[in-house]
């Protein structure tokens, strides 16, 4: 009895009041005594990276959708009947979890410099967050504080653009001003630099956007916004802290900054970190060398035909430019082509031979600029490459651009800007004397101006793939651009073998099945005159996806606001044109 | 249907003739001996009576010592020669204890009275006690050691499938160490799940680490009633499992020895014939590219062209399977590799050996086992070979007398090595459906691995990637007795301490492939992980009963008890890749960068106070009641505690006067009911807190993963407990003289508040709309027990059979969910009934290409790479005429041209075991099964939809004769394309009714031919008791399912979980196993 007395007497004394159910977790933090120091509030920060950095993926292939490109299949966006049943739920995640920093990073235990860097970071990805949204929808709600489930503003209406996008600058200058300078060598966290650069980017974007869509009523204020931009641009080439990685090597240079594992931090100001020891790895090389796993991304003769002789002469100005062999047109071209795509003589690292092939593109201009040359990586996703997402070219590229919108760009802008970019990929930079008539018969007709022209044709050349073409397409209004045919080579004849990388032997034939005995190394392309036609019926271009219909009508500069989400909230106005 | 000759139970039998023939030889010598011997025959007789002073039939009338036995006549009359008159009598009958006679005198017109045995003195297991079966008021059910004798498995919960009426175990692969979640009476809860609660000798614990032959009985209380003592952890049911008692007495020593060969119960039948398979993929992927483009690849990395299916057409054997070829400067392959034989054993063997000592005198007592299991694993290189060892010891000492000290300590453990795949742990047989294929060879010429056989699994022929696995479980529990006012008060209190170790490691390292002489490819990785977690639990129950009868009438009882418990599970997971030495995993020979630590765990808390009520007057009327006030950590401040009560009721008709002219064939009928509301405990811990996780960023920041955190979780508004509330309603009948039982329980059990997600809100938000007490179920079953036991005179000697068995069913249906639309995307809705399938209605192939371009736009159902349909492709039905075939707006009330076309929930789930022994022999069957269940496999079931789901996937041999071609339009499959079972979104992986399937089965669990040597016979050996026993598992299974496939287990067609598969490929797991065991028991 005594034993039973005196264990129930110890059990119970143990138990006896509430907090023997009090359990706080050991393994999680509590945010009653979270943000209580600076390492607090760069833990926090962090996220931001880690939940909005863009994946490999996404930061290089978005460009598919763009008027230079030819994929598989076109997104239902372009060739399909689009509805905003098809327009996926919007997410407002990343957003949440910037304002409920901002809510609660304000302690005054906390150094004013730190917590001002840190709120620059939050304002900075917050800027990011509704750029994407503006881009995608134009008019959204915006909101800077965490919702509760009750708050009435979960179903408020879309807030007008220029409001969204004057709180974006704000967000941003607050950025440029407050975040630290110093600059990060392994470009992969933002610094004053950063966001500077990504103010240039921004500014370009609205001021063009409401420039070129005059039906927003907004063409007033585009200049404003090209000021910011130029000056955004201009105070970051004044800095001096980054230039263009130019080594003297015009046939390697360009490629090494995507191909380096370790950021070329000389020239890429923030980029997509991918390492090999850390096992860090993505697929692109994986996926633009395979007939399954990508979408077979090519780019279009059209474009191709842009980039520059060596010697600063057009292409397009030659005599049967257009009817070249592959092994002929690839001749003395912008160093930047061969470093774009599988070009003459392209070997693996193993030394094999490799080139274009037609198992893994539709036009045969192959994309190498984001495949890493070891064979292995075709069939593994171990590709360590980092990813740039803002490079010093770029800023030169904006900064050029937002001046000659503004009509202030002239021969001396020409040299600090463009002239440099040539240079570095081996291209005489001479300014050209007229506007190129082959650029604005194909591209941009209604644009005079030849160093308009120019910078257009620069940017395309020297960021491309670098997912900005589709909205530079948008911000121009040139969205019908995407309506062009996918041209490829030019194919003299069908059932002919061809050589592609002029080492003699032959690479590739067009024909109407594929034969039963086949010529070992040879990719047989099928025409059937259906996805797949050459464009003089036995010769010709190849074009693919002839029996798409794509269009690109007014409405598609902005995506509908999914069904779900107007049922959740009928206050919002579905974009024009779509229902 | 599968009925495969169980050759090595033939072969048993007839092994083992000789030896039972010679040993009926000895003992009929020796009988004759002994006659010779005798120095006065005698002649006894009598008559066997019972209770009421009826003649008992068929009774068996022994004389100890001898192994002479005869049966009693249809007027309870026995005649036996006997060379002594003082024998011993042992009479025996069913229902009946067996009595013991002693002859002395009288040798003529014995009579001997027996006393009804029958169940209604059964003494069950409940909460906190022991109650008579006649007077229970709940729905109990209970199975005692006898069911789990003599099946030699790796773990409890396999051999307890099927044996307790609504324990719904469903294994779904062969994994030694597979368990399932103990489930009770069907779906428990949408919102916060929760299974039966699993209690150890009165704490929880993992039944999986269980020595089966410590087990005496297993009880699972189903309702509300008798469930509520445990509050509210046991809203869905409670299982009991109870270990042997100590012993007492003369110290005994059972032996128990056995050997088993285990077999796969399903071996896929597939085309391994390389260039028919070739063919049959060209021809698969052809017909979906429109039969206008011819592969390049084989699922993009193994070169494919037609000229190359020419070379394997005509491929000269001779030249070996591996070639290398100049012109292309690389091998080519020209095999017919049948991945399954090449990895796996066909016959693996097992052992088993136990013993257990009990013994102990009045003021002492103990009880002492031991087992180790040991199971070779399924692969043949580099085996999964699993062990396990348990001891028990308990021990009793009686202080004086009324107070009692006990221990029960418990250590198990088990380890568990399987191979990996060089790239990770993914699944081996989802990797044969999508790099195995025939064409591709294991090895090159110069003995080097081929790149397809490292993705298909050449590290499980090298062993140089691994997982072992290993498990440690103790557990103490110390308890007193006290009885201080003799029989009225038992006070019990207990402590118990248990600790769980898991600890595995885990390694890969680099394997290297070859695709041309010299060169060599890695693959996978150079990587180590421990992952290791703890758990601690302690927890304390004491409780004090008090039992009263008054004026002969009233029966009381009062149980009143407290129960503290605490549990704390830790975990630490660490791994870096880069192995110094491939065959020495181990931190300190690494050299790797990437490295990443993980810790984290969780504790809970219980306290409660439980009462129990009962009352019975005349066991003709029964009352219960029980209780229990919860406390529980889980739950924020304010809903921290709850107070679960439940009723119960139950008349014994038959004991009523007016029944009494029925008592020679009515032994009881009894009525019940019961009614109570339990809340379910079972959410996460922390779940109401805001919380924020760190975690290691993936981007690399400043040249490191380093640490984030970031927004908490929205807690939920104003959380309580879910509710289960449980009406039972039950009949239990015992009739003639305990031969024929028979119990019969209703019940529909209604889960309110359940914890699901709220009313969506604008996506604007942010956040995951928090969770709330939003939903409602009800789970409506029941559960039919029928039983007979008798015996009958064969040849002089009685022959004793019984036939029991259980068939039961639930179905569950959503009451309210927060789906106004009624969506039927992967959600719930108000009035769903839970497993339904929506699908599109077949109507046949189309006939010609005419028919099927003038069809109905099927256009949402791809096709082809163009989406074409041509003849031979499905038709389906415009069902709401509107000329096109789709799903409309996807709700209940415009689902498109679909409909339910079944139900995928198991439905009248049965279990039955026939058994008979005679001199000596026992035979018995277990047969489990399920009566009716619906099944439309998942697009990626690659055993199942062959090269229809991707080309280059398995090929069935009877789908590869059985697809629609012009000759054969009346086939089983469409016209033969592949990838339309890609997805649900194409023609043949939408769900349809052509293709469902019916998933039913019977299945043989057991078959048992035992054989007791005589009792006489062996004492002179010195063995108390001997038996020999065959048995068979799992050997025959019969199904609906087999109409069309030949390659899936009917038990394993959900998606694969656990160690070795990748959740995708229904199918692609653990093959199940049937085993064949000759086994020895011995007692001393």
């Known amino acids: 009895m005594l034993y039973i007395t005196a264990s129930v007497g110890l059990i119970l004394s143990l138990a006896s009041c509430n907090d023997f159910l009090e359990t706080e977790p050991f393994d999680k933090l509590v945010p009653g005594s979270f943000f209580a120091t600076e390492e607090d509030l760069e833990l926090y920060t962090n996220s931001f990276y880690q939940q909005m950095l863009p994946s490999a993926d996404a930061a290089t292939q978005g460009d598919g959708m763009a008027d230079y490109s030819s994929i598989t299949q076109s997104s239902n966006f372009i060739s399909g009947n689009y509805s905003s049943v098809d327009e996926g739920s919007w997410n407002w995640s990343n957003l949440r979890n910037i304002n409920y920093f901002l809510a609660n990073y304000n302690n005054e235990a906390i150094p004013e410099e730190a917590r001002n860097h840190y709120a620059g970071i939050a304002r900075f990805f917050r800027a990011w967050f509704y750029i994407e949204k503006v881009q995608r929808y134009g008019n959204v709600p915006w909101y800077d504080t965490p919702l509760t489930t009750d708050d009435e503003a979960l179903y408020k209406t879309q807030d007008p653009r220029e409001v969204v996008m004057q709180h974006v600058l704000e967000d941003l200058n607050f950025a440029a001003e407050n975040i630290r300078e110093a600059k990060d060598n392994t470009s992969s966290t933002i610094t004053r630099q950063v966001a500077l650069a990504y103010k240039s980017r921004i500014a370009l974007y609205e001021g063009t956007y409401r420039k070129y869509h005059t039906e927003l009523n907004l063409a007033g204020t585009a200049d404003q916004w090209l000021t910011e931009a130029a000056n955004a641009a201009k105070m970051v080439m004044d800095a001096g802290t980054y230039s263009l990685y130019n080594t003297g090597r015009p046939t390697s240079d360009y490629r090494t900054l995507f191909i380096s594992e370790n950021a070329v931090s000389q020239e890429v100001m923030f980029a997509m970190v991918f390492n090999n020891a850390l096992k860090r790895w993505h697929a692109l090389t994986w996926k633009f060398n395979s007939a399954t796993y990508g979408s077979r991304w090519g780019l279009n003769k059209q474009f191709i035909n842009t980039y520059l002789m060596t010697d600063g002469s057009r292409f397009t100005d030659k005599a049967g430019y257009d009817e ?120 941009f007709p209604e644009i005079a101006d030849k160093y308009l022209l120019e910078i257009r044709r620069e940017r395309g050349i020297e960021l491309c793939y670098e997912n900005l073409r589709y909205q530079d397409l948008m911000r121009w209004k040139k969205g019908k651009l995407v309506e062009m045919p996918w041209k490829g080579i030019y194919v003299p004849a069908m059932d002919r073998p061809m050589d592609l990388d002029g080492n003699g032997t032959p690479d590739v034939s067009f024909v109407s099945k594929t034969p039963d005995a086949a010529q070992p190394g040879v990719t047989y392309f099928v025409i059937d005159n259906n996805i797949s036609k050459l464009s003089g019926g036995t010769s010709g271009h190849v074009i693919w996806g002839a029996n798409e219909e794509r269009s690109f009508e007014d409405k598609k500069y902005l995506y509908p606001i999914s069904n779900s989400d107007i049922v959740l909230n009928p206050s919002l106005v579905q974009n024009p044109g779509w229902k | 249907m599968k009925v495969g000759v169980p050759i090595c139970l033939l072969a048993g039998a007839i092994l083992s003739f000789p030896f039972l023939g010679e040993a009926a030889a000895t003992f009929a010598a020796r009988n004759k001996e002994q006659a010779a011997n005798s120095q006065q025959q005698t002649t006894l007789s009598g008559r066997v009576l019972d209770g009421d002073g009826q003649p008992v039939q068929n009774a068996t009338v022994a004389i100890q010592g001898t192994g002479k036995a005869v049966s009693t006549d249809e007027n309870g009359r026995f005649v036996l020669e006997s060379d002594r008159t003082d024998a011993t009598l042992v009479v025996s009958y069913v229902g009946f204890e067996t009595k013991i006679y002693q002859v002395s005198g009288n040798t003529s017109d014995i009579v001997i009275q027996l006393d009804g045995k029958n169940d209604l003195e059964e003494v069950v297991v409940v909460g906190y006690g022991t109650q008579k079966k006649i007077n229970l008021t709940g729905a109990v059910s209970q199975i005692n050691s006898e069911v789990l004798e003599n099946r030699p498995q790796p773990n409890l919960t396999r051999m307890l499938q099927g044996t307790l009426p609504n324990l719904n175990l469903r294994m779904t692969d062969g994994s030694p160490t597979r368990s399932a979640a103990f489930n009770i009476r069907g779906i428990t809860s949408i919102g916060a799940g929760g299974n039966a609660m699993v209690l150890i000798d009165g704490v929880e614990g993992d039944p999986n680490l269980l020595n089966p032959n410590d087990v005496e009985s297993v009880t699972i209380l189903k309702d509300a009633s008798s469930a509520a003592i445990y509050g509210s952890r046991a809203a869905f049911g409670v299982v009991l499992i109870t270990t042997k008692d100590v012993g007492k007495g003369k110290p005994r020593l059972d032996v128990r020895l056995s050997q088993s060969v285990n077999q796969r119960t399903v071996v896929p039948n597939l085309v391994t014939d390389g260039y028919t398979w070739a063919k049959n993929f060209d021809d698969a992927f052809y017909a979906w590219y429109d039969y206008k483009t011819h592969p390049i690849t084989v699922n993009a ?768 797991a653990y093959p199940m196993l049937k085993s064949y065991t000759l086994g020895l028991n011995f007692s001393f």
């Open chain 2, 301 to 1068: 990395n193994f070169p494919f062209s037609l000229e190359y299916l020419e070379r394997l057409k005509n491929h000269d054997p001779s030249q070996g399977d591996a070639v290398y070829n100049e012109s292309l400067g690389r091998y080519e392959y020209f095999g017919s590799t049948d991945w399954f034989a090449a990895l796996h054993r066909d016959r693996m063997p097992a052992t088993e050996a136990s013993i257990t000592a009990s013994g102990g005198s009045e003021k002492a007592k103990y009880f002492v086992s031991g087992l180790y299991y040991h199971q070779d694993g399924i692969f043949r290189h580099s085996p999964d070979d699993f062990n396990k060892w348990n001891v028990r010891a308990k021990g009793e000492v009686h202080l004086n007398d009324w107070l009692t000290f006990d221990n029960n300590v418990d250590v198990s453990t088990y380890q568990y090595g399987y191979p990996l795949l060089a790239n990770g742990d993914a699944g081996i047989w989802r990797y044969w459906a999508v790099s195995g294929f025939p064409i591709a060879t294991m090895y090159n010429p110069d003995g080097t691995f081929t790149r397809q056989a490292v993705e298909a699994g050449a590290s499980f022929v090298d062993g140089s990637s691994r997982s072992d696995y290993d498990r440690f479980f103790v557990r103490t529990t110390p308890s007193v007795t006290a009885k201080p006012f003799g029989d009225l008060v038992t006070f019990k209190a207990n402590f118990t301490y248990a600790k769980t170790f898991n600890k595995d490691k885990r390694y890969n390292n680099y394997l290297y492939s070859s695709d041309r002489p010299g060169q060599t490819a890695r693959f996978g990785n150079s990587l180590y992980r421990t992952l290791s977690d703890n758990t601690t639990y302690w927890g304390s129950n004491i409780t004090a009963e008090v039992k009263k009868t008054l004026n002969d009438a009233h029966d009381l009882g009062v149980l009143v008890g407290y129960n503290i418990e605490s549990n704390r599970w830790d975990n630490f997971d660490a791994q870096r890749d880069g192995l110094l030495v491939p065959g020495k995993p181990d931190f300190n020979l690494m050299d790797g960068l990437n490295y990443n630590i993980a810790g984290g765990g969780n504790e809970w808390k219980y306290l409660g106070v439980f009462y129990r009520l009962t009352y019975a007057y005349k066991s003709r009327y029964l009352l219960e009641f029980n209780g229990r006030y919860d406390g529980s950590s889980k739950f924020p401040d304010n809903q921290r505690y709850g107070f679960f009560p439940s009723a119960s009721a139950g008349w014994n008709i038959s004991e009523e006067p007016f029944m009494a002219g029925s008592r020679t064939w009515l032994d009881n009928l009894k009525l019940r009911a019961s009614y109570g509301s339990l809340g379910n405990g079972n959410v996460a811990p922390y779940r109401y807190m805001e919380t924020m996780s760190v975690s290691k960023t993936s981007v690399i920041l400043n040249g490191v993963q380093t640490p984030y955190t970031s927004i908490p979780g929205v807690i939920p508004d104003g959380l309580t407990w879910e509710k289960a509330t449980t009406l039972d309603v039950g009949v239990d009948a015992t009739l003639f003289s305990g031969r024929f039982n028979l119990t019969f329980d209703w019940y529909s059990r209604i889960t309110t508040d359940m914890f699901t997600a709220g009313q969506p809100l604008p996506n604007v938000f942010g956040a995951a709309v928090p969770f709330g007490n939003y939903a409602d179920l009800k789970t409506n079953g029941w559960e039919l027990t029928l039983g007979w036991q008798d015996q009958f005179d064969a040849g002089g000697t009685p022959f004793h059979y019984s036939v029991s068995g259980s068939l039961w069913d639930n179905q569950s249906e959503i009451l309210k969910f927060n789906n106004p639309t009624k969506v039927l995307a992967s959600t719930y809705y108000d009035g769903m009934k839970l497993g339904e399938i929506w699908g599109y209605e077949t109507l046949g192939f189309f006939a010609s290409d005419e028919e099927a371009a003038n069809w109905a736009d099927q256009s949402f159902l791809l096709n082809s790479n163009t989406n074409e349909y041509l003849a031979g492709d499905l038709k389906f039905a415009d069902r709401n005429g509107d000329g096109v075939i789709n799903q409309g707006k996807n709700t209940v009330d415009d689902p498109g041209d679909r409909m339910i076309i079944g139900n995928n929930s198991p439905r009248y789930q049965y279990g039955f075991t026939v058994s008979g022994n005679w001199k000596g022999v026992g035979i018995s069957a277990f047969v489990q099964g399920i009566g009716k269940r619906d099944w439309y496999f998942a697009p990626e079931a690659d055993l199942f939809y062959g090269p229809y789901n991707r080309p280059y996937g398995f090929q069935p041999k009877i789908m590869m004769d059985d697809y629609w071609t012009e000759e054969n339009p009346n086939a089983y499959w469409p016209r033969y394309r592949g990838y339309t079972a890609l997805g649900t979104n194409r023609s043949l992986g939408a769900p349809q009714t052509r293709y469902l399937q019916d998933a039913s089965y019977l299945r043989v669990k057991d078959i048992t031919v035992n054989y007791t040597f005589p009792e006489a016979w062996m004492n002179k050996l010195g063995i108390g008791k001997a038996m020999v026993y065959l048995s068979g598992q799992n050997l025959f299974t019969f199904s609906g399912l087999y109409k069309h496939t030949d390659n899936f287990d009917p038990e394993i067609i959900e998606n694969p979980a656990g160690d070795m598969t990748n959740s995708h490929g229904q199918g692609d």
């Open chain 1, 324 to 443: 070249l062999l592959f092994v002929d047109e690839m001749a003395n071209r912008d160093n930047r082509l061969a470093q774009t795509v599988r070009s003459l003589g392209y070997k693996r690292s193993d030394g094999s031979p490799a080139p274009p092939n037609f198992g893994y593109t539709f036009t045969g201009y192959h994309i190498l600029k984001w495949s890493m040359d070891d064979k292995r990586l075709d069939g593994i996703g171990e590709a360590y490459n980092t990813i740039p997402l803002m490079r010093y070219a770029e800023v030169l590229l904006n900064y050029a651009e937002a001046k000659a919108e503004l009509g202030e760009f002239d021969d001396m802008e020409w040299a600090k800007t463009i002239g440099l970019l040539r240079q570095r990929a081996g291209v005489n930079a001479a300014i050209p004397q007229t506007a190129d008539p082959y650029l604005r018969e194909v591209y």
